[in-house]
């Protein structure tokens, strides 16, 4: 899992590292190599030439969300 601290907002984002094969598969001390891009609306890996829009995580939570959701709403259902 991949935390991510936004201290404007106050709250952690916490992301599998599945989602980024790029940063799964690189080592920890590529991981640490990053740096703040946009103002801070992105991340960006210098060694790994990789950028992570802090929205599109965002995006993809919502998304991961919604379709947990969807099952178990769809096995409650079907389990009545």
């Known amino acids: ?14 992301v599998p590292l599945e989602w980024f094969p790029t940063l799964r598969d690189a080592t920890d001390t590529q991981r640490g190599n990053w740096r703040l891009i946009g103002g801070g609306e992105g991340i960006h ?23 947990l959701l969807k099952r178990k709403w769809d096995e409650y259902i079907n389990n009545k």
């Open 1 to 14: 899992m991949w935390t991510i601290a936004l201290w404007y907002s106050r709250c952690e984002l916490a």
């Open 45 to 67: 890996w210098e060694d790994l030439d990789e950028d992570i829009l802090v929205e599109s995580l965002i995006r993809l939570l919502i998304n991961e969300h919604k379709e």
